[in-house]
């Protein structure tokens, strides 16, 4: 027995002993605070929040009855006015078509007209080359029959 002491007397008390911590199930939450995670309503906002209901009524009947609801719910008019001009952004950018996205492969068709190009500027240069060598042996034959005749 443990003794508790005051100024007038000493009375004994008894130790209380530690109780054994018991087992408990964890509880199914969706955060610590036990409310609904963030994602799982409306957008991607909080079920229930006061964001999720100005944002289903902006998108229902616009911009002036979800300031109006904003006010409403007690939220700043500056607040749901930054709301509402985010998610006129986001309206106006999914509305606008996606570009498509250009593929680097070539059709089949360009590929065998560019093929054909291909050889026929090597035919070319087989030519020019052909014709380079006709004029040098030309140059050639001249250049003797000249000195022959020069000669004679």
Avoid at 8 to 14: D, F, L, S, W, Y
Avoid at 48 to 63: A, I, M, N, P
Avoid at 67 to 78: C, I, Q, T, V, W
Avoid at 118 to 144: F, M, P
Wanted: net charge positive.
């Amino acid at each position: 027995m443990a003794k508790a002491t005051t100024k007038k007397t000493t009375t004994p008390v008894k130790a209380k002993k530690a109780k054994a911590a018991k087992a408990s199930k964890p509880k199914a939450r969706n955060n610590a605070r036990g409310v609904a995670s963030k994602g799982d309503g409306y957008k991607g906002h909080r079920a229930g929040s006061r964001k999720e209901t100005v944002h289903k009524l902006f998108d229902e009947k616009g911009r002036d009855a979800a300031l109006k609801k904003a006010e409403s719910l007690g939220l700043s008019s500056r607040t749901a006015a930054a709301w509402t001009s985010r998610w006129n952004v986001l309206a106006k950018k999914a509305a606008e078509p996606k570009s498509k996205r250009v593929s680097k492969r070539l059709p089949e068709n360009v590929k065998a007209a560019m093929a054909k190009a291909k050889a026929k500027v090597a035919a070319d240069e087989a030519a020019k080359a052909t014709r380079r060598a006709a004029t040098k042996a030309n140059a050639a034959k001249s250049a003797k029959s000249e000195k022959a005749d020069k000669a004679a």
